[in-house]
């Protein structure tokens, strides 16, 4: 099945679009003072390069695309998928503040409210350390 013309997925440019916002992303965590918490909390847990090749996979599905992350872990659920990290209104925050950033680089203005009212609710939804950690959200795609 082919992504809708109007999807999120189609609206940053299909896969190389989604590959494009991902690397971008990942090299303002790697490279800046807003992404240190992001850093650390990925040393703790699979790695950085894990991380970019999970969230081109999540991403595709999330946004519109194919489900990538779904065919290869029979499952997208984000709060299992970082159960294994401790994440807070530190690193919530970080990782709104690179994906805007990756963001103002990769999509038109209307695209990037959209995505950010979207992964705003992801990142809180899923804080697991904090008063923020009882947020039962469930969360569905883009």
């Known amino acids: 099945m082919s992504p809708r013309p109007d999807s999120p997925y189609m609206r940053l ?51 519109g695309g194919p489900q990538l992350y779904v065919e290869q872990h029979r499952h997208a659920n984000v709060k299992l998928m970082h159960q294994h990290l401790e994440i807070g209104e530190v690193e919530s925050n970080s990782w709104l503040v690179c994906m805007e950033k990756a963001l103002e680089q990769t999509a038109d203005e209307e695209t990037r409210r ?25 969360i569905t795609s883009a």
């Open 13 to 63: 440019g299909g896969e190389a679009g989604v590959r494009e916002l991902v690397r971008v992303f990942y090299d303002i965590v790697e490279t800046s003072p807003e992404g240190a918490p992001l850093r650390a909390m990925h040393d703790r847990g699979n790695g950085l390069l894990h991380a970019r090749d999970a969230q081109f996979m999540f991403l595709s599905g999330f946004l």
């Open 114 to 138: 959209l995505l950010m009212v979207h992964f705003t609710r992801v990142a809180n939804a899923l804080k697991n350390m904090g008063a923020a950690a009882q947020n039962p959200l469930k």
